[in-house]
């Protein structure tokens, strides 16, 4: 555990008394603007001072740090070739991106475990109601955090077609530990992309949260999808588009947090597996039953 995690522990009421007294939102428009400033002055310092900061390396990426045309490029930058390679799609099902895990474990009474004595509903979540929720009852969910310092694009955990999203508006707290055990529901309060997929393994949930300062979540079939309004925007897909598992579906500026959620009987998660654990994109993190 590091050691600016333990000084945000011991500072945990605060720093959640801040963010509940923050103007979420317009930071969140303010860091997005900084961030696709294409000065290369601005840019230039930005990621690398980040770089710095956060220890990333640039080693796996695409292109040098002096070649993205904007912070947010740079952020949702793109790995070399062969960098994250793919499990035997047909044996396991595959981590959709680098982060570590908050939690995971059962679906029960229609709820997730966020944190030690904190809960949230499916229902919340998927802003679904409890008939459309109740398919996951017994399933299974896993929820990964990624950090700063992360590749920052998500992946097909299994191969499947598209369904149906529903963009959910709300808060944009934090999603770090701290916050996930301080803030109550914190996954189904957040702004957030929740995604169904048909896939060989029945109906599965994925769900791009958004955070403080994340300046918004882009899918691979509609583009930029940004903070905006008060209303649930739904849409239903008749012949959505397919995806292979590992393909790309979508990015974060930013940064946040992906829910996975699976139907009972069709997942186990692997037994070495725990909140605090790091997964890179594409390692096998369940088996397929």
Not at 143 to 148: D, K, N, Q
Request: hydrophobic letters at 45%; one cysteine or more; charged letters at 20%.
């Amino acid at each position: 555990m590091s050691s600016a995690f333990i000084r945000l522990q011991h500072l945990a009421p605060a720093f959640i008394r801040l963010q509940h007294l923050a103007p979420q939102h317009a930071l969140s428009r303010l860091a997005g603007r900084v961030a696709d400033n294409t000065s290369p002055r601005i840019k230039d310092a930005l990621i690398r001072n980040f770089i710095a900061a956060y220890d990333v390396d640039m080693s796996e990426a695409a292109l040098p740090a002096s070649e993205y045309p904007t912070f947010n490029a740079f952020f949702t930058r793109a790995l070399k070739p062969g960098t994250r390679p793919l499990v035997d799609e047909a044996q396991y099902v595959l981590s959709p991106a680098d982060g570590a895990i908050s939690q995971l474990g059962p679906i029960e009474r229609g709820r997730i475990v966020q944190a030690k004595a904190r809960d949230y509903s499916v229902a919340e979540l998927l802003a679904c109601d409890e008939e459309a929720a109740a398919r996951f009852e017994g399933g299974r969910f896993i929820t990964i955090y990624l950090s700063p310092r992360d590749y920052h694009r998500v992946h097909m955990p299994a191969r499947g077609s598209l369904k149906s999203t529903r963009y959910v508006p709300g808060d944009l707290f934090s999603v770090n530990g701290v916050t996930a055990s301080g803030v109550d529901r914190l996954f189904a309060r957040n702004e957030r992309l929740a995604c169904l997929f048909e896939t060989p393994l029945g109906t599965m949930a994925s769900v791009m949260v958004g955070a403080m300062i994340v300046a918004g979540v882009e899918t691979v079939w509609g583009g930029r999808v940004t903070p905006h309004g008060k209303a649930i925007e739904a849409h239903e897909f008749s012949d959505g588009p397919a995806f292979a598992a590992g393909d790309e579906m979508g990015r974060f500026y930013l940064g946040s947090t992906v829910v996975l959620l699976f139907e009972p009987g069709r997942v186990e998660w692997l037994p070495h597996l725990a909140p605090g654990r790091t997964v890179r994109m594409g390692q096998a993190i369940g088996d397929r039953l």
